[in-house]
């Protein structure tokens, strides 16, 4: 069982906005400003697109945008495209491990 | 551009212990204030932190796998390691060496289990 809890699975159509969220505790994501999310495409390595709740790599699309709400974090992607079908995981420093901890992944299918 | 590259055994027997090493490249492990990273992935499963390690030395774990884990730092060859004692079944998965948070990931390395 995962520390932060995603929806499993999300589907959109091309060019609508979808929100993935990512809920945690007081320990994690409401106690600290360090939510990660990645995008991770069948058989390869996850890619950063979002640190530090709201801040986008250089070379990541500025579709994806990040947020955070007390224990919840958010990931939206707008202008949905067939690309952006893939696993989509959050992670969160937490204080009561001193170590990063993941969601459980949840599968964005663009229909 | 940093790149990371995990090796090793692919295949370990049960009750043995797993060895892998992430190779650095385009960068030093021994600049700046970054930590060293080591994440796994079981079949069709979420992502799980196992530890880090900073240049320093310094090291933390997961706490459900401390007792069997050891994360270090070899800056001669740009490279750190993971060693995973008293392997069982539970412990298939990609495993992959990352910089920081996941600022940069190796391309994983599948480990199976089995006798």
């Known amino acids: 069982q995962s520390a932060l809890t995603q929806p499993a699975s999300m589907s959109g159509s091309p060019g609508q906005s979808i929100t993935i969220s990512c809920t945690g505790t007081s320990s994690d994501i409401g106690g600290f400003d360090y939510v990660f999310w990645y995008q991770q495409h069948p058989g390869k390595a996850p890619k950063l697109v979002i640190y530090?709740?709201?801040n986008r790599p250089s070379g990541v699309s500025n579709r994806f945008s990040g947020s955070k709400s007390g224990n919840t974090a958010s990931l939206t992607i707008s202008g949905l495209q067939s690309e952006d079908e893939a696993d989509y995981h959050c992670s969160s420093y937490s204080s009561s491990s001193t170590l990063w901890v993941f969601g459980g992944g949840t599968k964005l299918t663009v229909l | 551009q940093l790149q990371l590259q995990e090796s090793g055994s692919g295949l370990v027997k049960p009750s043995q212990t797993l060895s892998l090493t992430c190779t650095v490249s385009?960068?030093?492990?021994?600049?700046?204030?970054?930590?060293w990273s080591w994440i796994r992935q079981p079949p069709g499963k979420g992502l799980e932190w196992i530890g880090y390690v900073y240049q320093s030395g310094y090291t933390n774990y997961n706490p459900s796998l401390k007792s069997r884990v050891t994360i270090s730092l070899d800056r001669s060859k740009n490279q750190f390691s993971l060693r995973l004692t008293s392997v069982t079944a539970a412990d298939t998965a990609v495993y992959y060496c990352?910089?920081?948070?996941?600022?940069?990931w190796g391309q994983g390395t599948l480990v199976t289990v089995s006798s």
């Open positions: 530090e709740v709201n």
């Open positions: 385009g960068g030093s492990v021994s600049s700046g204030d970054h930590s």
């Open positions: 990352a910089r920081g948070a996941g600022t940069y």
